[in-house]
């Protein structure tokens, strides 16, 4: 079934864990008696990318560098770099990040009472193939994005469109379902899925984000609240691409 609790965030030492882990312009200017004509040009392409500023974890977060050594097949031929934080009483998937696996990671928050077992809040990290930047990818986010919620019971989109992980533009689209006759009844579920576009226009692979949460979850009612409330949120927050090789 589908996870989470919220804690206040304190911005102290990380608990850690090693994981499976110009602007180009030039002006020319022709000048005679009669015409002055100015050309500028900006390569795009060239120019650094806004990178979010240092993250500081609370005492009680775990780190997750995602790592292509334990990967195969579509996962190590589609690999991206990148890390976030989660908190230590989350669960990682030991089946996600490693040979044979689907995913790059993912991290549950089950709730768990004498009914049963329940996800209170869950983050996946996946990749989805990319043109290389989020203009030239609006015209695959609706596929990639029917393609990762397929399945999911009673599913009901919310909303679609541009949204921001710190200062990585992406898509988003919003969804909510029910989960049917659990030990609670009708548990009403919400989710958000994030794409965000490569770090660099020459790959092409980019990181898919899943998140789902349940009614259990703290301050979760929407799924505007998934990942802006609760402690999915923060590691949204503590998301980094890789630097890229040549950036180092």
Sequence with gaps: MLETNRRPVNRREPANENTNSTANTSTNTNSNSESSNANTSVNANTAPKPEPEAFVPPSDAVQFSNS?????????????????????????????????????????????????????ERITFNW?????????????????????????????EVSRGQTTVNVYKGYQVLFKGVLKNTGKGDLPYFGRVIFL??????????????MLATSLAPGISSAEDVGAKGELAMILESFRFAPHPSEK
Excluded: C, M
């Design 68 to 120: 292509k050594a334990n990967l195969d097949g579509e996962l190590a031929d589609h690999y991206v770099g990148f890390s976030f934080y989660y908190p230590k009483i989350w669960t990682r998937d030991p089946k996600a990040g490693v040979r044979g696996a689907s995913s790059f990671a993912r991290i549950d928050h089950q709730f768990k009472d004498d009914t049963g077992e329940y996800i209170g």
């Design 128 to 156: 989805y193939p990319s043109n290389g930047s989020y203009d030239s990818d609006l015209s695959i986010f609706p596929d990639s994005a029917q393609k990762l919620t397929k399945g999911l019971p009673n599913y009901e």
């Design 197 to 210: 576009p490569p770090a660099t226009p020459s790959e092409k692979s980019g990181v898919a984000i899943v």
